[in-house]
């Protein structure tokens, strides 16, 4: 069985997708831009910032299916320029205990939705 998981704490989708699916006890959440929920808006101050607002709209999401970062088996990564990896190493690894951190890639992509340089997309499990 499968259950669209949807929140008004991260923001809505920006095509014909959902914010995630959840399908028996597996999570699929789609790709997060670092968009504030409240105003639709880009924010993109810093990529520090960018990879904060992203994470933060993936906890949202991860609440609202009864969720954490704890049950976060394999994310992805998609970043504008590899330059920029070693910050956005730094703000997503505040967000996993190092022992439990899940699978992951980073792609370097030409672009991204939005024109924004950073994406992720997260698979949690509740066990």
Same mark, same amino acid.
């Given at each position: 069985?499968?259950? =669209?998981?949807? %929140? %008004?704490?991260?923001?809505?989708?920006?095509?014909?997708?959902?914010?995630?699916?959840?399908?028996?006890?597996?999570?699929?959440?789609?790709?997060?831009?670092?968009?504030?929920?409240?105003?639709?808006?880009?924010?993109?101050? %810093? =990529?520090?910032?960018?990879?904060?607002?992203?994470?933060?709209?993936?906890?949202? =999401?991860?609440?609202?299916?009864?969720?954490?970062? $704890?049950?976060?088996?394999?994310?992805?990564?998609? =970043?504008?320029?590899?330059?920029?990896?070693?910050?956005?190493? $730094?703000?997503?690894?505040?967000?996993?205990?190092? $022992? %439990?951190?899940?699978?992951?890639?980073?792609?370097?992509?030409?672009?991204l939705p939005k024109y924004v340089n950073v994406e992720i997309s997260m698979?949690?499990?509740?066990?």
């Amino acid at each position: 069985m499968k259950k =669209i998981i949807n %929140t %008004t704490n991260a923001p809505a989708p920006i095509g014909p997708y959902n914010q995630a699916m959840l399908v028996n006890n597996i999570l699929y959440i789609s790709g997060q831009l670092p968009i504030d929920s409240q105003t639709g808006e880009v924010v993109d101050k %810093t =990529i520090k910032h960018e990879t904060e607002k992203c994470m933060e709209n993936l906890q949202a =999401i991860l609440s609202e299916a009864g969720m954490s970062f $704890e049950d976060v088996i394999k994310t992805s990564i998609f =970043i504008k320029d590899m330059k920029q990896f070693s910050d956005i190493n $730094e703000v997503y690894g505040s967000y996993f205990n190092s $022992e %439990t951190a899940p699978a992951r890639e980073t792609i370097e992509v030409s672009n991204l939705p939005k024109y924004v340089n950073v994406e992720i997309s997260m698979i949690a499990i509740k066990q």
